[in-house]
């Protein structure tokens, strides 16, 4: 069984950075055909999807409303990925979690099926 853990998350003043990591052990994934995404869950909103990125290659994808502020990043020798969050704004408060699968789930469904426990991240103005 994989488990994956997120960390980074905190208060951020609005247009500040941070960056949250994702931590994979156990079962890890084929680097070639495994991809990795982060959601995030505001109060009171369904789950949404922000980004991915394929283990295996460059191919990401993100979310609108994160483009041109939010990269997600990977380090598989660490069995790591990361999302760099830049400008926040306090509509990304939210708990944000990572999230692994095939990459043909993750990238053509959005619906993965291993789930970390979430990290918070609340932006203040």
């Known amino acids: 069984q994989v488990q994956l853990v997120e960390s980074g998350g905190g208060l951020a003043q609005a247009g500040t950075s941070l960056r949250l990591s994702c931590a994979a052990s156990?079962?890890?994934?084929?680097?070639?055909?495994?991809?990795v995404a982060w959601f995030r869950q505001a109060p009171g909103k369904e789950r949404a999807f922000v980004a991915s990125i394929y283990l295996g290659g460059n191919s990401t994808d993100y979310a609108d409303s994160v483009k041109g502020r939010f990269t997600i990043s990977r380090d598989n020798a660490k069995n790591t990925v990361y999302l760099q969050m830049h400008n926040m704004k306090p509509e990304d408060t939210a708990v944000y979690y990572c999230?692994?699968?095939?990459?043909?789930?993750?990238?053509?469904?959005?619906?993965?099926?291993?789930w970390g426990q979430g990290t918070q991240v609340t932006v203040f103005s």
């Open positions: 999230a692994a699968d095939h990459y043909w789930v993750v990238f053509n469904t959005r619906r993965p099926s291993f």
């Open positions: 156990g079962r890890t994934f084929s680097k070639t055909n495994s991809a």
